[in-house]
C-alpha cells in the first residue's frame, strides 16, 4: 500500500517552573481562535521516546498489568509502545495565553519536548453510557479527575 502520509507536528510540550504547558508553533498559534470557554482538551502526540523499530514491531505484551491477563495485544493498551506511537491525552486547561501560543495544564503525560500533533476540544457528547471494560480494569477511576490520586503503580508491572 503506497502512503503520502506526511505529519508535521503543531508544538510540543515543555516544562516551565514545574508547570506542564503546550508550545503551539507560530504558525499554528490562529487555530486557537475561539477555543477559550473549554475546560478539556483532547491532546493528540507523538511517543517519539519509544519510536523504534523493536517498539513498533511488539504486538503483545506480556502482562502489563498486575491484575490483567498474561498476554495482551498492544490495541488493548493504552501503551506508547505500538506499531505507530500516536497517543491522546486529554488535558485540564488552566489558562491559553493566545499571543504566545500557550496552553497551561496541571499535567499531561508525555514528557518534554514531546512533539504535539494536533489538539481537539472535549465535548460532552463524547462521554458513553453504560460503557464497559475487562474485569480487571473496572475498578479504575471513572473520571478522569481521580487519575491524579489513583495508586496507578499498583496496577502496572513495570
Known amino acids: 500500500m503506497e ?3 506526511r505529519i508535521k507536528p503543531i508544538g510540543k510540550v515543555n516544562v516551565i517552573n514545574n508547570n506542564f504547558i503546550i508550545q503551539i508553533e507560530k504558525e499554528f498559534v490562529p487555530a486557537l481562535t475561539s477555543i477559550d470557554g473549554f475546560s478539556h482538551l483532547q491532546i493528540v502526540w ?5 519510536d523504534s523499530v523493536a517498539s513498533r514491531a511488539q504486538l503483545i505484551s ?11 495485544g498492544i490495541f488493548a493498551t493504552r501503551s506508547p509502545v505500538r506499531p505507530n506511537p500516536i497517543l491522546i491525552t486529554t488535558i485540564t486547561v488552566s489558562q491559553i495565553d493566545y499571543e504566545k501560543g500557550i496552553i497551561h495544564t496541571p499535567y499531561i503525560d508525555a514528557e518534554p519536548g514531546t512533539p504535539i ?3 481537539k476540544p472535549y465535548h460532552l457528547n463524547e462521554r458513553v453510557k453504560n460503557c464497559k471494560v475487562p474485569k480487571w480494569c473496572e ?17 502496572f508491572n513495570f
Do not use: M, R, V
Open 46 to 50: 507523538w511517543g517519539n521516546l519509544y
Open 3 to 5: 502512503s503520502n502520509l
Open 139 to 155: 475498578h479504575w477511576p471513572q473520571w478522569n479527575e481521580d487519575s491524579a490520586t489513583f495508586n496507578w503503580q499498583n496496577e
Open 117 to 119: 500533533l494536533d489538539i
Open 62 to 72: 506480556d502482562k502489563p498489568y498486575k491484575k490483567g491477563p498474561d498476554k495482551i
